[in-house]
C-alpha cells in the first residue's frame, strides 16, 4: 500500500474517530496536517484497523 492523501482526507472525512485522532495528533507533536496524515496513516491504517477502508477507497 502507498500514501495518497485524498484517500487519507476522505477517509477521515468519512470517520469520526480518525477526525479526532486527527486532531490530537496535530495538538501533540505539533504538526502540520499533511504531516499528521501520513503518522496517521502509518499508525492507523498500515498495520490498524481501517487498512480495508483505505483499501476500498
Known amino acids: 500500500m ?3 492523501k485524498s484517500k487519507m ?3 477521515v ?3 469520526e474517530e480518525l477526525k479526532i ?4 495528533i496535530m495538538k ?3 504538526l502540520e496536517k ?3 496524515l501520513k503518522a496517521m496513516y502509518h499508525s492507523e491504517v498500515v498495520e490498524g ?3 480495508g477502508k483505505y483499501q476500498e477507497l
Open 34 to 36: 499533511t504531516l499528521a
Open 49 to 51: 484497523k481501517f487498512q
Open 28 to 30: 501533540e507533536h505539533e
Open 9 to 11: 482526507m476522505q477517509l
Open 13 to 15: 472525512k468519512e470517520n
Open 21 to 24: 485522532r486527527l486532531k490530537s
Open 2 to 4: 502507498k500514501f495518497v
